[in-house]
């Protein structure tokens, strides 16, 4: 009731106007907006002094947790800008910068930064900051270096990467080298001396990483990497992960595609991490795609002892283990997901339902399931509106009330952006 009677209103007010202003702005021929648009942030004739770029993107999200009073509902109105300069390649020479900033234009929500802790918890906080700034060389055949406040996204980002689903997205101060130098083959090196993060608090660490990815033909690539990560900050997160992964989407016939998605790594304390323990990841996902329909399964499961777990701090986390974030820590006993998901485009309107079931990593403890749905619609290159749900239908279990997730957890986010 409080749902109905409190959130629904809200999200109609908030959508409908969002949908009504995109409708109307799209109607005016797209091209022709997008082409002064972009012609506007290019400085001077080809970009001769650079280039501008920026990306706006409003939220509305909705948090209900049962049972969890007096913690309130949450909602959180949001609107997150990026706006950034490119300069123009000199002598092998190109350099970024980014202004990132997240306004809260409802605060009824928990930011984990705003006092607010009578509400539920979202944590896309108001903040600004200096999101990337780096320099970059190309001046090496087939290499290229790129040093400073920077994106990385490596692979799937099951351990590396932006996390851009967040309004502030987490970035890297680093230096990364590639090389490309032999075919199909692609060598990161890179250093990683600190990292601000999704709510925007630096966070002191050093990481040196190695990765690779080798295609063989058009449907299979092979993944190699190595993360050794000491964290000043928060010293369990401390470990060393080794990992091999084994994907591709082979297209058979009648315009059949298959697709498949193999991994394992191991994980060990590392540096100042008070434990001690040898932990592994393994994953696999087997999918079929015909008529605009995909259909995927799979299982990931990371290892607990009881006391330590597999973790993966510094991944892109809200894209694995469901929307409703209840395992972006993992518990000490461990998770597996077993899940499914079926995606079809229609009319140019994705949907998208997927179904996991979490127990610990021995498949003993039961944590619950969840049920997720996505409804998005892409205008061209650079307009976006999208509804998702999430809820996570927890089981009163001993190990579900050990893990902290024993209660229903419902999510909503509607959503709109432009991106230049």
Same mark, same amino acid.
């Given at each position: 009731?409080?749902?109905?009677?409190?959130?629904?209103?809200?999200?109609?007010?908030?959508?409908?106007?969002?949908?009504?202003?995109?409708?109307?702005?799209?109607?005016?021929?797209?091209?022709?907006?997008?082409?002064?648009?972009?012609?506007?942030?290019?400085?001077?004739?080809?970009?001769?002094?650079?280039?501008?770029?920026?990306?706006?993107?409003?939220?509305?999200?909705?948090?209900?947790?049962?049972?969890?009073?007096?913690?309130?509902?949450?909602?959180?109105?949001?609107?997150?800008?990026?706006?950034?300069?490119?300069?123009?390649?000199?002598?092998?020479?190109?350099?970024?910068?980014?202004?990132?900033?997240?306004?809260?234009?409802?605060?009824?929500?928990?930011?984990?930064?705003?006092?607010?802790?009578?509400?539920?918890?979202?944590?896309?906080?108001?903040?600004?900051?200096?999101?990337?700034?780096?320099?970059?060389?190309?001046?090496?055949?087939?290499?290229?270096?790129?040093?400073?406040?920077?994106?990385?996204?490596?692979?799937?980002?099951?351990?590396?990467?932006?996390?851009?689903?967040?309004?502030?997205?987490?970035?890297?101060?680093?230096?990364?080298?590639?090389? $490309?130098?032999?075919?199909?083959?692609? &060598? *990161? /090196?890179? %250093?990683?001396? #600190?990292?601000?993060? @999704?709510?925007?608090? !630096? $966070?002191?660490?050093?990481?040196?990483? &190695? *990765? /690779?990815? %080798?295609?063989? #033909?058009?449907?299979? @690539?092979?993944?190699? !990497?190595?993360?050794?990560?000491?964290?000043?900050?928060?010293?369990?997160?401390?470990?060393?992960?080794?990992?091999?992964?084994?994907?591709?989407?082979?297209?058979?016939?009648?315009?059949?595609?298959?697709?498949?998605?193999?991994?394992?790594?191991?994980?060990?304390?590392?540096?100042?991490?008070?434990?001690?323990?040898?932990?592994?990841?393994?994953?696999?996902?087997?999918?079929?795609?015909?008529?605009?329909?995909?259909?995927?399964?799979?299982?990931?499961?990371?290892?607990?002892?009881?006391?330590?777990?597999?973790?993966?701090?510094?991944?892109?986390?809200?894209?694995?283990?469901?929307?409703?974030?209840?395992?972006?820590?993992?518990?000490?006993?461990?998770?597996?997901?077993?899940?499914?998901?079926?995606?079809?485009?229609?009319?140019?309107?994705?949907?998208?339902?997927?179904?996991?079931?979490?127990?610990?990593?021995?498949?003993?403890?039961?944590?619950?399931?969840?049920?997720?749905?996505?409804?998005?619609?892409?205008?061209?290159?650079?307009?976006?509106?999208?509804?998702?749900?999430?809820?996570?239908?927890?089981?009163?279990?001993?190990?579900?009330?050990?893990?902290?997730?024993?209660?229903?957890?419902?999510?909503?986010?509607?959503?709109?952006?432009?991106?230049?």
């Amino acid at each position: 009731m409080m749902l109905k009677k409190i959130m629904l209103p809200r999200v109609s007010e908030n959508f409908s106007g969002l949908v009504f202003s995109c409708c109307m702005f799209i109607s005016v021929p797209a091209s022709a907006i997008d082409d002064v648009i972009e012609n506007a942030l290019k400085l001077g004739d080809e970009s001769k002094y650079g280039q501008l770029q920026f990306d706006l993107r409003y939220r509305y999200q909705n948090v209900h947790v049962d049972n969890d009073l007096p913690t309130k509902t949450a909602n959180a109105n949001t609107l997150r800008l990026k706006l950034g300069y490119l300069t123009p390649e000199f002598y092998h020479f190109q350099s970024y910068v980014e202004y990132e900033g997240n306004l809260a234009m409802q605060e009824d929500f928990n930011s984990t930064r705003n006092g607010t802790i009578d509400y539920e918890t979202v944590a896309d906080p108001e903040a600004q900051e200096l999101n990337e700034f780096w320099l970059s060389f190309t001046g090496i055949a087939d290499t290229s270096i790129k040093g400073g406040r920077q994106s990385i996204n490596l692979d799937n980002q099951r351990f590396i990467g932006s996390n851009d689903w967040q309004q502030m997205e987490q970035t890297f101060d680093s230096l990364l080298i590639s090389n $490309h130098y032999i075919n199909n083959l692609t &060598l *990161n /090196f890179a %250093y990683v001396g #600190g990292v601000l993060n @999704t709510v925007s608090i !630096y $966070h002191n660490l050093q990481m040196p990483l &190695l *990765n /690779f990815t %080798y295609k063989f #033909g058009k449907f299979s @690539t092979l993944t190699g !990497y190595a993360y050794w990560l000491e964290d000043y900050d928060q010293s369990t997160n401390s470990s060393q992960t080794y990992g091999v992964r084994l994907h591709g989407a082979p297209k058979l016939k009648n315009d059949i595609s298959l697709f498949y998605d193999v991994a394992y790594s191991h994980q060990s304390n590392y540096k100042n991490n008070p434990g001690g323990f040898q932990l592994d990841r393994y994953n696999i996902l087997l999918g079929v795609g015909y008529a605009g329909i995909t259909l995927k399964s799979g299982m990931e499961v990371l290892d607990g002892n009881g006391v330590d777990a597999f973790q993966t701090p510094l991944a892109s986390k809200h894209s694995y283990q469901g929307w409703a974030d209840q395992f972006l820590v993992t518990p000490a006993a461990g998770v597996r997901d077993i899940q499914a998901t079926i995606d079809k485009e229609f009319y140019g309107i994705d949907f998208l339902f997927a179904y996991h079931s979490f127990s610990d990593s021995y498949g003993h403890g039961y944590y619950g399931d969840e049920y997720d749905f996505l409804i998005s619609k892409n205008f061209g290159e650079h307009y976006q509106i999208l509804a998702k749900y999430a809820y996570y239908d927890a089981r009163n279990s001993s190990a579900a009330q050990i893990a902290g997730i024993d209660k229903n957890t419902q999510k909503i986010w509607l959503q709109g952006r432009i991106s230049f």
